[in-house]
């Protein structure tokens, strides 16, 4: 069975430190990568997407993905406290079929 | 752009009613559409997975006949909750896909809370 696994958290990280989120995924096909960030009694919002191996920066965030080891990770920089939320990994494995990871909660403490 | 919508964002009904719930994508056209649920603290569920014009692929352990599913058109999507309980209350979300080749992509719409009394 396709899995990807996240470490639930919570993840606390004073403000301003930088948040280091990972997530791992069974099926080595797989060839697309998505962070979601879902605050709580809301729906989950795309902030990255990653295909090839290497960094992707965007803003303070940077995903990065190594495909050889099968993790995906998400850097958040400078956190705030507007970036606790739950953090959802996703891995796109083909034929309309997404796994997503149950979450890591995140607190920035300010 | 990547718009999904929902409606309603929130309803109340009674046990044994029926509740529709829309999700529309406003600015693209989503051959796919999925439907999840979320319980409180706990992670997303896929319940089906819907293309429009054909009838929609239900995960297992998803009762097709209560939770059914029809997509119209390449922007509308629409779950019926049939004779709705209180075990069924919980947070419905609905997300769409661009559909560009090996990268699909989905966007969520904002969810719709039920509660069922």
């Known amino acids: 069975q396709k899995e990807v696994e996240q470490n639930s958290g919570p993840l606390s990280v004073p403000e301003g430190a930088i948040a280091s989120l990972n997530c791992t995924y069974s099926?080595?096909?797989?060839?697309?990568f998505f962070w979601y960030r879902q605050y709580s009694g809301k729906s989950p919002e795309l902030i990255m997407s990653?295909?090839?191996?290497g960094d992707k920066e965007d803003g303070r965030f940077t995903a990065q993905l190594n495909k050889a080891s099968q993790y995906v990770s998400l850097l958040i920089r400078d956190s705030q406290p507007s970036d606790s939320a739950t953090y959802l990994c996703a891995v796109y494995t083909g034929g309309f079929k997404t796994i997503f990871g149950a979450g890591t909660r995140l607190f920035v403490k300010a | 752009g990547a718009v999904v919508s929902q409606h309603p964002s929130w309803v109340i009904c009674k046990s044994g009613t029926s509740v529709k719930i829309e999700c529309r994508s406003l600015?693209?056209?989503?051959?796919?559409m999925f439907w999840y649920r979320q319980f409180p603290k706990q992670s997303l569920m896929l319940m089906a997975t819907s293309n429009e014009g054909s009838k929609a692929t239900y995960e297992q352990g998803v009762e097709k006949d209560k939770f059914l599913i029809n997509h119209a058109s390449l922007t509308l999507s629409t779950l019926t909750v049939t004779s709705a309980h209180p075990e069924d209350s919980s947070f419905y979300i609905c997300?769409?896909?661009?559909?560009?080749?090996?990268?699909?992509?989905?966007?969520f719409g904002p969810g719709t809370r039920l509660t069922v009394l």
């Open positions: 099926d080595r096909v797989s060839q697309s």
């Open positions: 600015d693209f056209q989503a051959t796919t």
């Open positions: 997300s769409a896909d661009l559909g560009q080749g090996s990268t699909d992509t989905q966007y």
């Open positions: 990653i295909y090839s191996n």
